[in-house]
């Protein structure tokens, strides 16, 4: 993890975007390279095309647009073999109408509507019947097969991807030398919202801190889970694995 922890450098180059003077930046942090365009006038401000990208190999990961800082237009998600895993359009830094989801080979997997806060289709899986849940009824928690499990509509590759492009690898951590799993639990409720974030197995060196930071700030992108008909708050564990290179 040392060799990923890299200062940030800058390339700046002058060009012209929605009828503004921009600057094209470059920026890379970790094992990433971010392109953007900014106003030349206000740097602050982010402008034109965006993507971020896989310095080691050149992979475009994400692709969009801002405008007047805010994500505007088409946005795309790619997976690791170059295939769109996520699909749909920003207006005024919020998503909007339908957005696709999709698998493997562009297999469709969730389709939800933005504007009626609906998912259309849901492809399911074999575990979605078999896998326990803690679901909150009231007062009371119960371990239950749910109708739905709840669902991150990205998914677990751009979570992942979300999670190391926001690392940053406490330097107590780093000098000793520590690395393991951490396992954050929290809840999403029933609206799709998530709270009470709390280590549930830590390492301590202030990898607990950070597993937490991380998973805390994971953009909520889920839909509730299905017990008898109904949205139910559910408690879900997500692990966090640390390791040092």
């Known amino acids: 993890m040392k060799?990923?922890?890299?200062?940030?450098?800058?390339?700046?180059?002058?060009s012209l975007c929605f009828g503004q003077a921009t600057t094209k930046v470059t920026k890379d942090s970790l094992a990433f390279r971010e392109?953007?365009?900014v106003l030349k006038s206000n740097p602050k401000i982010k402008q034109g095309k965006y993507s971020l990208s896989v310095i080691s190999s050149d992979k475009i990961l994400t692709t969009g647009y801002y405008k007047n800082n805010l994500k505007d237009g088409k946005w795309h998600e790619y997976n690791s073999q170059g295939y769109t895993v996520v699909e749909g359009t920003y207006r005024n830094g919020k998503k909007v109408g339908e957005w696709g989801y999709y698998g493997k080979m562009w297999?469709?997997?969730n389709k939800y509507n933005f504007d009626t806060h609906k998912l259309i289709y849901h492809k399911g899986v074999k575990a979605d019947?078999?896998?326990f849940y803690k679901a909150i009824r009231g007062k009371d928690t119960?371990?239950?097969?749910?109708?739905r499990p709840p669902i991150y509509l990205s998914?677990?590759?751009?979570?992942?991807?979300?999670?190391?492009y926001n690392l940053r690898y406490p330097a107590k951590a780093l000098a000793a030398k520590a690395y393991g799993k951490v396992i954050i639990v929290f809840t999403?409720?029933?609206h799709g919202h998530t709270r009470d974030f709390k280590v549930a197995q830590g390492l301590g060196y202030g990898l607990d801190e950070e597993a937490l930071r991380l998973v805390s700030a994971i953009p909520e992108d889920w839909v509730p889970g299905i017990l008898?008909?109904?949205?139910v708050p559910v408690i879900v564990q997500l692990p966090v694995n640390f390791k040092v290179q």
């Open 155 to 164: 998914g677990t590759e751009v979570m992942l991807r979300n999670l190391m």
């Open 142 to 147: 119960i371990d239950v097969i749910m109708d």
């Open 35 to 37: 392109k953007y365009e």
């Open 228 to 231: 008898d008909g109904k949205a």
């Open 3 to 14: 060799k990923l922890i890299a200062s940030l450098s800058l390339v700046l180059i002058v």
């Open 107 to 109: 297999e469709l997997v």
């Open 188 to 190: 999403i409720d029933e």
């Open 129 to 131: 019947s078999t896998t």
